[in-house]
């Protein structure tokens, strides 16, 4: 289970969360689904929708810039000076490094989300709670979207049920390693368009290990990369 990235939110999967989810795309999906092929037909050769999301980010006259960000935020976006701001020291900030790449477009097309659905800036609260359930919404609808994952083999596996954990997981990596994306972003997807049951595949297993020869040789790699070993 290495190459794991470990975003904030996802130490804690919590239930309300995910019925928020839920709610928030049975609510919008076919209104989320027709804004994302409109801004996937106009560009480039891609396979997966996240090879297109630098070409969409110039489309839309957006600019990727790197950052000193506060803590634990990957990313922002400026709607005034239409930038979306990327965290400098996001690598150092991964508990596993090697998934920067999927991370950061995890974190991009985010951003992106907050410009297509007209979220204003500067908002708290509720409304803001809501943005935030409806940017992640729309994220995993975007690179890891129903339509391309609708009749694919691991798909009919899974459906079909009866594998084991290990069986499941393999499944997932395959479709992660396909979308770009992260394990365990490919997980929350596949748990919203009811693949997964919420929670059933063990979380903590993609944490950073708690104790152990795992955790002392988790310490050991970071400590290592910060002396540039
Ligand atoms: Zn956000």
Redesign the pocket.
């Known amino acids: 289970m290495k190459n794991q990235a470990i975003l904030p939110s996802e130490i804690k999967p919590s239930l309300s969360a995910f019925r928020n989810r839920q709610g928030c795309y049975h609510k919008h999906r076919h209104r989320y689904q027709l804004q994302q092929l409109e801004l996937l037909q106009n560009s480039e050769k891609w396979d997966v929708p996240g090879q297109a999301l630098a070409h969409i980010l110039q489309t839309l006259d957006l600019r990727l810039v790197q950052s000193y960000l506060p803590p634990d935020r990957w990313a922002e976006i400026d709607f005034e000076a239409r930038v979306i701001r990327v965290a400098t020291d996001l690598e150092a900030q991964l508990h596993h490094p090697s998934a920067t790449q999927r991370v950061l477009i995890d974190s991009v097309t ?2 992106l989300a ?1 410009w297509v659905l007209k979220h204003k800036p500067g908002r708290d609260g509720v409304q803001k709670a809501n ?2 359930v409806e ?1 992640t919404v729309w994220t995993y609808q975007f690179l890891a979207p129903w339509w391309l994952l609708d009749g694919r083999s691991e798909i009919r596996a899974m459906q079909k049920g009866g594998l084991t954990e290990r069986k499941q997981l393999a499944l997932i990596y395959e479709l992660s390693d396909w979308f770009g994306v992260t394990r365990s972003f490919m997980i929350r997807a596949l748990e919203l368009y009811g693949i997964l049951e919420f929670g059933v595949l063990e979380y903590r297993k993609t944490a950073r290990p708690r104790s152990g020869p795992e955790l002392v040789k988790h310490l050991l790699e970071d400590s290592r990369r910060a002396v540039g070993a």
């Open positions: 985010h951003e907050h943005w935030e940017a």
